[in-house]
């Protein structure tokens, strides 16, 4: 689904993310998992597990570039 402008919605993302993380739990379980994205998905991830910026602003998440960042799921 995307929007006149062709833009994904969030909600949409969002899901996407969830299903992604929600794979990598049952397929990898008990294993490491090297995930390589963009900073929108970084983000997402980030939000997900918990890491909720109070005014739930996604964009407020600060995630450099070229950072890695350890999740235990």
């Known amino acids: 689904n995307t929007n ?17 993380i929600e ?8 294993k490491n998992v090297l995930v390589v994205t963009h900073s929108a998905v970084s983000r997402a991830i980030h939000y997900l ?6 005014d739930m602003d996604l964009s407020k998440i600060n ?9 235990k799921l």
């Open 49 to 54: 597990l918990g890491n909720i910026p109070e």
């Open 23 to 30: 794979d990598i739990k049952v397929k990898y379980k008990d």
């Open 4 to 20: 006149d402008n062709n833009i994904e919605p969030v909600v949409d993302f969002m899901n996407r993310v969830s299903s992604f």
């Open 63 to 71: 995630i450099p570039n070229l950072r890695i960042i350890e999740y």
